[in-house]
């Protein structure tokens, strides 16, 4: 059988042999993909190998395309992260999604160049450093009383702050790392985030992403919540409009999240083509669509 690598990362990889060991509170996601996909990878003549990102090299021997699955810890170690990818490509496998993908992706600021490209994008300030001072002004400037302070090289909302006017942080407070600064949109808590699934291109599926009442995080760890969605034609058009405008072909797999604007349209917060969670649950042929545009890849 064709090996095909699943990257996780050491908090998502279940604990060998029952022994005691900490995972993520969301490394049941991780148990989900690999449930969804391995038996139409099977199916297809593929074995589905998980191996943690920062194994030895040697851990790859005979991987075939090693597909960036649950390396939820990329963040932390980018530069590693990469440097890990491009080993593997030289080596002769294929990566998807591809080094090159990745160094654009990592940092939030392809944001600026999918809305110089004409995307509709959330308004956003750029910052290197954050105080409370610059975070009053962020709010003044977006004529708003909350904002929501972001990492530029993040995922699942960790280290995010929302700050709101009534209760500035100290003085003193510092964000630890360059960031992102959006008003906070109330869509989030009413219709929710909207992520739209794309293989190779094509769409998927949909799913909507509801935080836990009080929260404003969508993700499973605080409490978000995510069903089927029926997209309309606008909709769809929409997020397959921003895969066009990618600076390079279609990736393997890619997650556009959005939310509505005031004015009804959708805004892309997020074209998330590193490692982003395909919601199989929401999307049953998930596994068999991936099965296919891999043996594309791989010229089997």
């Known amino acids: 059988m064709i090996k095909i690598g699943f990257l996780a990362c050491e908090t ?3 604990i060998a042999n029952g022994s005691p060991g900490e995972r993520r509170g969301d490394a049941f996601e991780h148990d989900l993909m690999i449930a969804g996909l391995e038996p139409a ?24 395309l090693a597909m960036l699955g649950t390396s939820w810890n990329y963040q932390d ?12 490509a030289a080596r002769g496998i294929t990566v998807c999604n591809s080094p090159d993908v990745v160094r654009w992706n990592a940092t939030k600021t392809y944001l600026r160049e999918l809305g110089d490209a004409g995307a509709r ?7 290197e450093s954050v105080t409370a001072k610059g975070a009053l002004a962020a709010m003044d400037a977006f004529g708003t009383d909350r904002i ?18 009534g209760s500035l942080p100290d003085d003193d ?19 929710g985030e909207l992520s739209f699934i794309f293989i190779d291109g094509e769409l998927s599926h949909v799913l909507r992403k509801l935080p836990a009442k009080g929260d404003y995080r969508i993700q499973s760890l605080y409490g978000g919540t995510e069903s089927i969605h029926e997209p309309s034609e606008d909709e769809a058009a929409s997020a397959t409009a921003i895969i066009a405008t990618l600076p390079f072909p279609p990736p393997l797999y890619a ?3 959005m939310l509505r604007a005031e004015d009804g349209a959708l805004m892309v917060m997020e074209a998330e083509l590193i490692e982003p969670y ?12 991936l099965a296919r545009a891999i043996t594309n890849r791989i010229r089997i």
């Open 278 to 289: 395909l919601y199989p649950e929401q999307g049953p042929d998930l596994g068999n669509r």
């Open 12 to 14: 998502t990889v279940p």
């Open 121 to 127: 994008t959330i308004p956003t300030m750029w910052r």
């Open 173 to 191: 407070w510092v964000f630890g790392h360059p960031a992102m600064l959006q008003p906070f949109l109330p869509a989030i808590a009413e219709e």
């Open 148 to 165: 929501v302070v972001k990492r530029q090289i993040g995922a699942g909302a960790l280290g995010q702050e929302l700050i709101s006017r």
């Open 77 to 88: 170690k980018p530069d590693a992260f990469v440097a890990k990818l491009d080993t593997l």
């Open 41 to 64: 990878f099977t199916k297809q003549g593929f074995e589905l190998c998980v191996i943690d990102w920062e194994a030895p090299i040697e851990a790859f021997d005979g991987i075939a």
């Open 255 to 257: 997650r556009i999240d």
